[in-house]
């Protein structure tokens, strides 16, 4: 199922009660003014009964608050600060990874609104999550208020990547067209060819002549090589880019091991060859230690900023163009391939 929504509400429970109606709940702990983000969901495709005639595709983050709540009092369990916060945080990064639009983030209140059964409707079933209009005497509607939040945490690339277990060492890139980008970040990747490698005696002092010449070979190599088993169908690299020749990178042939787990950026200026980098698919969790600095690109046409070779997005479970956690190993010694 295609995810194309986020909806918040409150549980109308206290800080510490959790429910199963929601993908995510947000719990607060009053002594140590921490909120804590408990994921009630399998996965975010799952469809939850948070939100009456528009459960399907959308996924429902829910701050524990608001018990037994008036629109004149809110009582002793109101949202608070940090759970707005970190509510919003998890927004945008959801929003970011599954390209969720403007119009769809909205809170219960929103949607009852639309559905007829919202503030002032008179409806026995009213929901009001979050529709507080004056939202700490701002004069700002809550509901507006984390929308406009969520959108900047998804625009904030640094604020999407999860690096509490210290796998990324933090760096500022700079790509060709003067973009620079802080990693780690959430990028958009696309699916790359192949290069030909120092052990391939075929190509020891020459380049194919074609598209996949040879490449069978060279298949055989990278198994052998990376001990990863799939079914490669990528061609070799293409010719005539800076003049180079099929199968070609931008920096010397890299050995089988590493370019069976090879990785690239339209960097500016390309990090030494055999860089560890780390790719994590944010969807599942999986994550493998990539080999740059072999090859450089690709383009930047469709939101592009960087390539990984079909290995990586075979064992991710990614494809062409798919986000991806990206940054720079903190330990340059780990072995190629998946982390497990």
């Not at 809110?74 to 919003?88: N, S, Y």
């Not at 192949?194 to 010449?213: A, E, M």
């Not at 740059?292 to 592009?304: I, N, V």
Request: aromatic content about 12%.
């Amino acid at each position: 199922m295609n995810i194309n929504g986020i909806v918040f509400h409150w549980t109308a429970g206290r800080y510490d009660q959790v429910f199963d109606d929601y993908h995510y709940n947000i719990t607060y702990n009053p002594k140590t003014k921490k909120a804590e983000v408990v994921k009630t969901c399998e996965d975010d495709s799952e469809t939850k009964a948070h939100t009456w005639h528009r459960n399907p595709g959308r996924i429902g983050i829910s701050l524990c608050s608001a018990f037994e709540a008036t629109t004149e009092n809110m009582g002793e369990f109101p949202p608070v600060d940090v759970q707005i916060e970190t509510a919003c945080a998890l927004a945008g990064k959801l929003a970011h990874i599954y390209s969720i639009k403007k119009e769809e983030i909205k809170t219960h209140a929103e949607w009852a609104l639309v559905d007829g059964y919202g503030p002032h409707s008179g409806d026995p079933e009213t929901r009001w999550d979050l529709w507080l209009p004056n939202w700490k005497n701002t004069g700002k509607n809550l509901s507006y208020f984390m929308k406009d939040k969520t959108l900047w945490y998804k625009e904030q690339y640094t604020s999407h990547v999860d690096n509490s277990d210290n796998l990324f060492k933090p760096v500022t890139i700079e790509l060709v067209n003067g973009e620079k980008i802080y990693l780690p970040s959430i990028l958009r990747f696309a699916k790359e060819a192949h290069l030909v490698t120092s052990g391939h005696q075929k190509f020891k002092n020459t380049w194919p002549s074609s598209f996949r010449d040879s490449i069978a070979e060279h298949y055989n190599l990278s198994q052998n090589a990376t001990n990863y088993s799939m079914v490669r169908d990528e061609p070799w690299c293409p010719s005539g880019e800076g003049g180079s020749q099929y199968g070609q990178g931008s920096n010397g042939k890299p050995p089988e091991f590493e370019e069976g787990w090879y990785m690239c950026m339209n960097w500016k200026k390309s990090p030494k060859a055999g860089t560890r980098f780390i790719i994590r698919n944010p969807v599942n969790g999986k994550k493998v230690v990539a080999i740059a600095g072999y090859e450089t690109g690709p383009g930047f046409s469709g939101g592009l900023r960087g390539g990984a070779c079909e290995e990586i997005h075979h064992y991710l479970g990614t494809g062409h163009g798919s986000k991806l956690e990206v940054g720079v190993a903190k330990d340059q010694t780990l072995k190629p391939g998946p982390i497990t």
